[in-house]
């Protein structure tokens, strides 16, 4: 039986040529019959796959023979399975049924904090960031120095609706081009003499903010290497983390072991899950928290939009 995978990664090292490479990276996909996103610029590569195992397997073969990739940190996840209805001869198991497309494009930036012209890389990554913590380091971190250590969420607000570190700051920003702005605002100037812990989903999002905390005078900024994926991998529900992690694809969330609590509410009947889906408004992209009752008895419309529910 085929076996279903995804992939995430990220590089950042200095590209002379985004465009060949994504021309290069959009035909090694589609030979293989993967989809996802794949987002290149002058600053690297930040990729989300699935498909068959094998072909997953290729797919990272040919991309490590390219120099600049050639030690990609990958984390790896179970995927929703293939859809065995569309076989192809690239694709003869089917194609992911966790993403629609592949989506192969050249951006200013990899990640988009509409910052570009602050982010240093050279060939060993992003220059001036915050230090980088193992799971294990963090949790020693956490041992010497106790409640003075701040977790900062580097995501959507919306993310960690479902899942976050206890006690984390979470800055109320919708997508990333807010947080220059944030960080900007002073809310968090009381913030920049303690240890202050980003973390995201794979990491790349902390890249780029632990160096816009470092150039802004936070004097003890850090990285969660790899992630809350790399964390959940290493301490499952064991550990800091508490609830599911909000993914951007078909599955909407994961959870790292069976023994994982929703820490959020249905905004319709308050019954606990870590269930997302979008506004029913055509016109909204907001992300709510709807457990599978209500999501299959109820059009659920976030405030901005109960109006136009009826």
Not at 83 to 95: F, I, L, V
Not at 246 to 262: E, G, H, K, N
């Amino acid at each position: 039986m085929a076996v279903s995978k995804i992939i995430l990664f990220y590089v950042f090292t200095p590209l002379a040529d985004p465009d060949a490479v994504r021309l290069w990276q959009r035909d090694l996909c589609e030979s293989l019959g993967l989809r996802g996103r794949i987002l290149i610029s002058g600053q690297g590569i930040n990729a989300t796959l699935g498909g068959e195992l094998d072909a997953v397997k290729t797919y990272l073969r040919k991309t490590r023979e390219f120099r600049a990739f050639a030690n990609v940190d990958v984390k790896w996840s179970e995927g929703s399975g293939l859809d065995a209805a569309s076989p192809t001869p690239r694709a003869p198991h089917g194609y992911s049924l966790d993403f629609p497309r592949l989506s192969v494009r050249v951006r200013d930036e990899i990640v988009s904090f509409g910052a570009p012209g602050e982010l240093v890389v050279d060939a060993g990554g992003v220059v001036g960031g915050g230090r980088r913590l193992t799971p294990e380091q963090l949790h020693s971190l956490v041992d010497e120095q106790g409640d003075e250590v701040v977790f900062f969420d580097g995501r959507n607000s919306f993310e960690a609706e479902i899942g976050r570190f206890e006690g984390a700051v979470v800055p109320s920003v919708s997508n990333t081009r807010e947080f220059v702005a944030e960080l900007d605002s002073g809310r968090y100037d009381h913030l920049k003499s303690k240890p202050v812990v980003t973390y995201c989903t794979g990491g790349i999002r902390c890249e780029v903010l632990s160096s816009l905390m470092v150039s802004r005078g936070f004097s003890e900024v850090y990285q969660l290497d790899g992630g809350i994926v790399r964390y959940g991998e290493t301490y499952g529900d064991s550990g800091l983390w508490k609830g599911s992690l909000y993914v951007f694809d078909d599955r909407m969330s994961v959870d790292f072991t069976p023994d994982a609590l929703p820490i959020a509410s249905c905004v319709d009947c308050g019954e606990a899950t870590s269930r997302m889906q979008n506004c029913l408004d055509p016109a909204c992209r907001r992300q709510l928290v709807v457990c599978a009752d209500c999501s299959s008895t109820t059009a659920v419309f976030c405030e901005l939009h109960t109006v136009s529910a009826g």
